[in-house]
């Protein structure tokens, strides 16, 4: 029998018993071992049978005690609604809201559900510092000499051999490094579009993307968007005649943490091709997968080179090292023109220890215990919220990233929430600072990159209460 075939069957098999009540909520499965003699099966496909469960969060995982049966599946949360924003071209920013959150990053005593980053206590601190100091050691003049234009060679090489891992197939000639994920859009935006151009987005979409799009000058229309399957390819269709770009995050994005279906990213690409606009794409999270396999990019079905893919390590190892890239396709020479102009060169000793930390394979360690963590903590919020926030609270179904986005009844308005909560040293995402309209008042934005203490349990459940009160 086909391997592929077994590992899903028996993945199958389980999941059908945990739905139908035969497995109940803390049952502890066999390990892997009992799997392997069970079924006959080798390690490898007992662990993927255990990984893909974990992606569906049907099981959880406890350090030296195995797997069980996950508690999430005896809470019945309802998703969030399906985004229905204006297809008019819209740009009223929430700046003063957004600076209101913003402003406190930093700041020591707050626990900050609302910055999508993850905690330093989830990176690997001791080992990046001891990179930092070998590639002193190793760069020429101490690293204090200007990289190549395009960026770090071996930091190219490094990301075009994991490109195989979602089917890009890439190779170090087809990258430019960048300062961070948020300077590789920027060089997009300022790349291919200009002012009065219109740009269709997801919705809700990342505050970041917004006021890069108002600052440029672009028209930002936002379209319906699923929280789990991402943006409404029938939306996109019907807009084609009146956009000149797309930006889309299809994996895991900020905030619903939606994963665009495969046929979906094929078919967007194919369309926006044909109609010669180009494809934006944000890849920062697409790494934080809680499945077996690493979801595909919309890259991975580009043929003419009309998707910009862009990524960086800030969501994954370390947000401060601003380490981030481009495949640019047919606009390379457009990207290197402004980098050039704008930056010259990338930061070399950062980048170099970057590289050295991918090469080592170390990078890929401490992501599956990254992921772990981070599915750890959408289970553990999910029960929070089921226990202690108000009655009718929805919630989002992330399989992969940091975000998950919880909606409540129209009543409560999550600014009034942010206010509340700031006073309490606990910092929110109200849900109107993802969008340029009049909508999401009353959702918001929790970021799950948090270590999962006593403490931050705690902080959830205030979090309810105040609700609650509204």
């Known amino acids: 029998m086909n391997r592929e075939y077994i590992y899903t069957e028996i993945a199958d098999g389980i999941a059908s018993q945990i739905r139908n009540g035969v497995l109940k909520a803390g049952d502890r499965l066999p390990s892997v071992r009992m799997m392997c003699q069970e079924h006959q099966v080798s390690m490898n496909t007992a662990k993927r049978v255990f990984l893909e469960l974990e992606s569906q969060s049907l099981i959880e995982s406890k350090p030296q005690s195995g797997y069980f049966v996950s508690r999430i599946m005896s809470v019945k949360l309802p998703l969030p609604e399906v985004s229905r924003p204006s297809l008019i071209a819209n740009n009223d920013e929430p700046d003063e809201l957004i600076s209101r959150v ?15 980053v993850p905690s330093g206590d989830l990176l690997p601190q001791a080992k990046l510092k001891k990179e930092i100091i070998n590639a002193t050691r190793e760069l020429k003049e101490g690293g204090t000499e200007y990289e190549e234009l395009q960026g770090n060679l071996k930091l190219r090489r490094m990301i075009a051999v994991r490109s195989l891992q979602w089917g890009g197939n890439l190779n170090e000639h087809d990258l430019v490094t960048t300062n961070g994920g948020m300077n590789a859009l920027s060089f997009c935006l300022m790349a291919l579009g200009k002012p009065g151009d219109t740009i269709a987005i997801e919705s809700p979409c990342y505050p970041g993307i917004l006021q890069l799009a108002n600052g440029f000058g672009l028209n930002v229309l936002e379209l319906p968007t699923h929280p789990t399957t991402g943006i409404e390819i029938e939306a996109l269709k019907k807009v084609i005649p009146q956009i000149n770009l797309c930006l889309l995050i299809p994996n895991f994005n900020s905030p619903l943490g939606s994963c665009m279906p495969d046929e979906n990213k094929k078919e967007i690409v194919q369309l926006l091709s044909e109609n010669n606009i180009p494809l934006i794409e944000d890849d920062v999270y697409g790494d934080l997968y809680f499945g077996a396999i690493r979801p595909k990019c919309c890259k991975s079905f580009d043929k003419d080179g009309n998707v910009l893919y862009c990524s960086s390590i800030s969501k994954t190892l370390a947000p401060g090292y601003r380490v981030g890239w481009i495949a640019p396709g047919k606009y390379k020479s457009k990207i290197m023109k402004l980098k050039l102009l704008h930056s010259t060169s990338s930061i070399s000793i950062v980048n170099e220890a970057v590289a050295n930390f991918l090469k080592s394979g170390r ?77 999401f008042e009353n959702c918001m934005r929790l970021c799950m990159g948090l270590p999962w203490t006593e403490e931050t349990q705690l902080c959830l459940q205030k979090v309810g209460h105040l609700a609650k009160k509204i």
């Not at 913003?102 to 999508?116: C, D, H, P, R, V």
């Not at 089921?386 to 009844?409: C, H, I, M, N």
């Open 102 to 116: 913003y402003e406190n990053m930093g700041k020591k005593g707050i626990t900050f559900f609302s910055i999508g």
């Open 363 to 439: 990078y890929e360690k401490h992501l599956q215990q990254m992921r772990r963590a981070v599915q750890n903590n959408y289970q553990n919020y999910v029960q929070t919220i089921a226990d202690y926030f108000p009655e009718g609270t929805k919630t989002s179904r992330p399989q992969g990233g940091l975000s998950l986005w919880v909606e409540f009844d129209k009543k409560i308005r999550t600014t009034e929430l942010y206010d509340l909560a700031i006073k309490q040293n606990i910092s929110i995402a109200p849900g109107r600072m993802f969008s340029l309209q009049d909508q």
